[in-house]
């Protein structure tokens, strides 16, 4: 798949790094303000899907391989289940038993934070390998609509 | 009531694409109408008059929590919203791959059946 | 923010506007763009509603399903015209969903019916009372799906992720036959 102009791809030089953050920001205070894991996550594979448009497959998936995406998954959902388990050290299945910390803090609310990262990995890695498929890998009797487009 | 009803004609329009369209892909847009339909319900059984966001912050007193809009619809929402985009990428994969097998999205032709 | 039923009922015509104009338009990529256009307004209408953290999620998860529906939809220039109605299926239609919209009429004007503005709010209370105290988090709604209702948090996430493997599966470029051997697509 190539990639778009050069316009298109100083641009998005420039941006991507910037969206990254955001999307980051979204998950990491997620308790604090509104967001969450889920929003922060699609933020996060956008970012992704980004780079992968305007400079083609090879360049995005440098960044990010398939396998490695895979592995990201599965990582991110037995992350959120091994959390739910470690509760039952406290008491009964999803108890909160890391710390509590102060209210209004980033590091505060015990397991709310760490389940807010392995959904932002599951969500991010799951859309980026699905819009991978979708778009890259070669399609058998494909009539495209545009002349230099997804080959 | 009539916020309601609206909701309402939203599902039923989105239903009706779903039923008596024969486009595979209009059938699929039905499908993402009554997602809309119902999240929009949701949140509006939970809407409070003259509510705020059900954010806490610092220094807020306790008449402030009465006003809050209902959580928890939001919450149940927040997961609708997610899994229908799963969904969707499922239904779109499954278009395309019809598309590649039969040349056409016409669901008539499709479904015919060939001895 | 104070009354806001005459920004809620425009939104709410300017979807069914343009559900109007999705379903009826012969166009493919016209019809997902409108279907765009409503879920950006459903953005809009959630923000009025006072839930930032839903606007926030229904904005971004608009942009994918945008990105999605186009690549399904680019294969043909347009849809093929429908030559011939099926009468009897859409007379049917009609006519059941003026009863479901009779029935649906029949419900919301009953007075059991909490109204638009006044929720019940019975298990409510107690995540809004006891949500700061006892999870250190400002914000309710991450409170509720990630401590209080983990479990379904869980669920959610079997589901997202079933139904991701299950289109992975489908667009696989090679198959594989019973014996484990590698057919070609």
């Not at chain 1, 998954?73 to 008491?91: E, K, P, Q, T, V």
């Not at chain 2, 209009?26 to 929009?40: E, H, Q, S, T």
């Not at chain 2, 039969?102 to 059946?113: A, C, E, N, R, V």
């Amino acid at each position: 798949m190539k990639g778009l102009s050069l316009i298109v791809r100083t641009i998005t030089d420039f941006v991507v790094a910037f969206i990254v953050i955001f999307g980051a920001y979204i998950v990491l205070y997620g308790h604090l303000t509104p967001g969450g894991g889920f929003a922060g996550g699609v933020i996060i594979a956008s970012a992704f899907i980004l780079l992968m448009l305007a400079h083609g497959k090879e360049v995005a998936f440098s960044r990010l391989g398939v396998r490695a995406a895979h592995v990201l998954d599965s990582a991110g959902a037995l992350a959120f289940l091994i959390i739910g388990w470690l509760g039952l050290a406290g008491g009964y299945f999803f108890l909160n038993v890391f710390g509590r910390g102060e209210p209004f803090r980033l590091l505060s609310s015990g397991m709310i934070l760490p389940a807010n990262i392995a959904i932002a990995f599951k969500v991010g890695s799951s859309l980026f390998l699905v819009f991978a498929a979708l778009a890259v890998f070669r399609r058998r009797s494909f009539r495209p609509m545009i002349e230099d487009d997804l080959s | 009531m009539t916020v309601y009803f609206l909701c309402a004609v939203l599902l039923t329009m989105g239903l009706y694409c779903l039923v008596a369209k024969k486009n595979i892909v209009k059938k699929v847009i039905g499908v993402v109408i009554m997602d809309y339909a119902v999240n929009l319900y949701l949140i509006i059984v939970g809407y409070k008059r003259g509510g705020v966001a059900p954010i806490v912050e610092r220094g807020m007193s306790a008449s402030t929590l009465e006003r809050f809009v209902d959580p928890l619809p939001q919450a149940l929402v927040l997961t609708s919203i997610v899994i229908g985009l799963g969904v969707l990428a499922l239904m779109v994969s499954m278009c395309i791959r019809l598309y590649e097998k039969h040349g056409t999205f016409d669901m008539s032709q499709i479904s015919k059946l060939r001895g | 923010m104070g009354n806001i039923t005459p920004q809620l009922y425009t939104l709410l015509v300017f979807m069914v506007i343009g559900s109007i104009v999705a379903i009826e338009t012969r166009n493919l990529l016209s019809a997902v763009i409108s279907v765009s256009a409503v879920g950006f307004a459903l953005s809009v209408a959630f923000l009025f509603l006072g839930a930032p953290d839903i606007a926030i999620t229904q904005l971004v998860v608009e942009v994918l399903v945008l990105i999605i529906l186009i690549r399904g939809t680019i294969l043909l220039d347009n849809t093929s015209v429908e030559t011939h109605r099926d009468t009897l299926a859409v007379v049917t239609s009609l006519i059941f969903f003026g009863l479901l919209l009779g029935f649906g009429a029949m419900i919301f004007g009953s007075k059991g019916f909490p109204a638009f503005g006044e929720p019940l709010m019975r298990v409510s209370k107690v995540y809004v009372q006891t949500g700061l105290p006892s999870t250190y988090a400002a914000n309710i709604v991450t409170s509720v799906i990630l401590d209080f209702r983990a479990y379904d948090t869980l669920g959610e996430a079997t589901v997202l992720f079933a139904s991701i493997l299950g289109a992975l599966a489908i667009l696989r470029r090679d198959g594989k036959t019973a014996k484990g051997e590698v057919v070609p697509a």
